[in-house]
């Protein structure tokens, strides 16, 4: 069974400040993904990574994929208000697709 | 542009009952799955298919059926409704034909089974 965890449960942060939420496994991934989830609402796919070492940025967010392809982070900096959500990781191995409980970050005005 | 749509959005069924959940994308995606989402859990396939006429058992795949009507339409039927069922359902859809990476997902239908 593949598991991903994901770290850390829960964040509370000012606005402005930085921070990085961690997807760990001890499985390898052909590919990893990350969401943003907000309540009553779908995830939404912000990022998909697939070479070990790899780094994508999306505006202030900046995710990493590890030389192993078994773990992953994201880091956001200058947290905004509407930062706010449940940041899920979804691994792909074997056809198949592990995910993650999530982090649920709260950045405070 | 919908993008990926759910109905209903909510839902309380008795033990025993039977409903479908319906799910419809409009952007001319060959992939679509169900996952149900549970605290503690993550998200977890329900079902897969790749096009039309196509359907993959995921994980949980017990206790539900699905049809793929057209390439719009994907459907998840629970024939007799158990509490273990109660959940939040999302349908999603992806340009991609890999069962692992789904791109949009709807905003989900929250189902109660009492």
């Known amino acids: 069974t593949q598991l991903l965890e994901q770290s850390p449960q829960f964040l509370s942060i000012q606005e402005g400040e930085n921070l990085t939420v961690y997807c760990n496994s001890s499985?390898?991934?052909?590919?990893l993904q990350w969401y943003r989830q907000e309540p009553g609402e779908g995830p939404v796919l912000l990022v998909t990574?697939?070479?070990?070492?790899e780094v994508k940025k999306l505006k202030r967010l900046t995710f990493q994929f590890g030389d192993a392809r078994k773990d992953s982070s994201l880091h956001i900096t200058a947290a905004q208000t509407g930062d706010t959500g449940l940041y899920l990781c979804?691994?792909?191995?074997?056809?198949?697709?592990?995910f993650g409980d999530g982090t649920t970050l709260t950045v405070k005005p | 542009n919908a993008g990926v749509t759910q109905t209903p959005k909510f839902q309380v069924l008795k033990t025993g009952q039977s409903m479908t959940l319906q799910c419809a994308q409009d952007?001319?995606?060959?992939?679509m799955y169900w996952y149900r989402q549970d605290p503690g859990m993550g998200l977890r396939l329900i079902y897969y298919?790749?096009?039309?006429?196509?359907?993959d058992k995921g994980e949980v795949p017990n206790g539900y059926n699905v049809s793929r009507l057209n390439k719009r339409e994907f459907s998840l039927r629970l024939e007799s409704a158990a509490p273990s069922q109660t959940s939040v359902y999302f349908c999603?859809?992806?340009?991609?034909?890999?069962?692992?990476?789904?791109?949009?997902f709807g905003d989900g239908t929250r189902l109660s089974i009492l």
């Open positions: 499985s390898v991934f052909s590919s």
């Open positions: 990574v697939v070479t070990g070492g």
């Open positions: 298919s790749a096009s039309e006429g196509t359907t």
């Open positions: 999603a859809s992806s340009e991609e034909f890999r069962r692992t990476q789904p791109q949009h």
């Open positions: 979804a691994g792909a191995s074997a056809g198949k697709s592990t």
């Open positions: 952007m001319n995606h060959n992939s």
